[in-house]
């Protein structure tokens, strides 16, 4: 005997309806996905530093001639983001979301002038690991750097300014300078206004090594292209 089953319609409704949802969902989803894609352009990364580092390494105290103690870098608000900031003539700020910078501004600027003093005089950093005076007959220093303007202007140029301390820790002999360097910049390209600040960033460093340089030679101008800051005078 034949025995005919017979399935209720709204069971029968659900059933199919489960079905199409599973089909369909994945579907959907994978839409979805490639509509953000195409509507959410990339994010491009930018850096102050050259491409190629200076070729230090965990030997490069041994093989050092100069010991620096580079203090964390000071940088002012406006570069204190990850974002990349623009400027325009009368002072209004655009913080562009689709540009970025790779690290910190300041730790970015910290590792430019570190692989400089490197190339220039063979120095390098101690901050993360100071090494006693007792331990080595190095000149010994201490760096203090604060960046005080991070421009960038489209359809004018680039320009920052920054004033350093070097203290020896030999004898506290203190040298205080300040340089203000700027950069031609005609495209409103977020790239070309990223490249101009690393470029004079970069002929900040060279200053900052040059002072060192010249502090360790025993020049009387340690502050060279860079103009000389007076100390601070002692509270009376």
Known sequence: ?????????????????????????????????????????????????????????????????????????????????????????????????????????????KQVVADDLWRTVRATDTYQAPVPADATALPRYRLAIRIERFDAVPGAAAAVAGSWTLRSLSDDTVHICRWTGSQPLDSAD??????????????????????????????PDVCGGAAPVPEPAAPS
């Open 1 to 109: 005997m034949v025995r005919h089953w017979f399935v209720p319609a709204t069971a029968y409704v659900y059933v199919m309806t489960a079905l199409v949802l599973r089909r369909i969902i994945p579907v959907i989803l994978g839409l979805s996905m490639l509509a953000a894609c195409v509507t959410s352009p990339p994010v491009r990364y930018h850096t102050l530093s050259q491409s190629v580092p200076a070729e230090t390494g965990p030997d490069s105290v041994a093989a050092a001639q100069v010991l620096v103690q580079i203090l964390p870098v000071v940088v002012p608000e406006g570069a204190a983001r990850d974002n990349l900031v623009l400027k325009d003539r009368n002072g209004q700020i655009t913080v562009l979301q689709t540009d970025r910078w790779l690290a910190p501004v300041a730790d970015d600027m």
């Open 190 to 219: 977020a790239a070309a206004a990223a490249d101009a600040l690393a470029t004079v960033s970069r002929r900040l460093a060279a200053h900052i090594s040059d002072s060192l340089r010249r502090t360790v030679e025993g020049a």
